[in-house]
């Protein structure tokens, strides 16, 4: 069972436009939610994240949008570059006291220069 | 300075064999854990060690056994190799703070076994 589902598995988007990730949960226990960014041949690396205590966070071009009502968040990337061209994963984890989180399928981002 | 690294970085082997892979992180972390990332690209998590504790096994068959030797070290071992074995194996760490997960996994740059 998908624990967190995500869309879409693929977006080609032109140099300067904005990509939308969008992400689902149902286990209200999740209570963080990072983003990882993988290149081809490199391990995840987290690129964001976000505890459900706020709606919105922005690191440089990087947004995180989180509805906890609708149990959804998306990952917008504004002015997308080429060099942002790689897999996006989003995740989600509770307090078990590890680490164990649950990824999304991965959404392969393509920006066009 | 490599953060975590794993060896080997490819492995190619025939089914029955059995092998491992290593994995090191020079991060100080407490906990650390074994990834399987299929040929879809979907990344399972597989086992959770802290200082050398398990502390995470999720249904893995009984072929794959993690040893932790010391907290800077999981080790993966396969025994009896399937065809479905064959993905990239992320190993990764990650420390908490005050107890509570901060979301942030180190990962290893992967070892991709293809089991024939």
């Known amino acids: 069972q998908q624990q967190v589902k995500q869309s879409p598995q693929s977006l080609i988007v032109q140099k300067g436009g904005i990509s939308i990730i969008n992400c689902a949960y149902e286990?209200?226990?999740?209570?963080?939610f990072p983003w990882y960014q993988q290149f081809p041949g490199k391990g995840p690396a987290l690129l964001i994240a976000i505890r459900p205590d706020v709606s919105e966070k922005k690191e440089g071009r990087f947004t995180i949008s989180f509805n906890k009502s609708a149990k959804q968040f998306s990952l917008h990337i504004m002015d997308s570059q080429p060099g942002d061209s790689a897999t996006y994963f989003c995740a989600a984890g509770d307090q078990t006291g590890a680490n164990n989180l649950f990824f999304g399928t991965g959404t392969r981002l393509t920006v066009i220069p | 300075d490599t953060a975590v690294s794993q060896t080997p970085k490819y492995l190619v082997t025939q089914m029955g064999n059995d092998k491992s892979i290593k994995c090191e992180q020079n991060?100080?972390?407490?906990?650390m854990y074994w990834y399987k990332q299929d040929s879809k690209k979907f990344l399972k998590i597989m086992f959770s060690?802290?200082?050398?504790?398990?502390?995470i096994n999720e249904t893995v068959p009984n072929r794959f056994s993690p040893k932790s030797p010391d907290k800077a070290h999981l080790n993966l071992h396969i025994n009896s190799l399937e065809l479905g074995d064959s993905a990239v194996y992320f190993c990764?760490?990650?420390?908490?703070?005050?107890?509570?997960?901060?979301?942030?996994?180190?990962f290893g740059e992967g070892s991709r076994l293809t089991v024939l």
């Open positions: 286990n209200t226990a999740f209570d963080y």
């Open positions: 991060l100080g972390h407490d906990t």
């Open positions: 060690y802290n200082n050398k504790e398990l502390i």
């Open positions: 990764a760490s990650s420390q908490e703070v005050a107890s509570r997960p901060t979301g942030e996994l180190f």
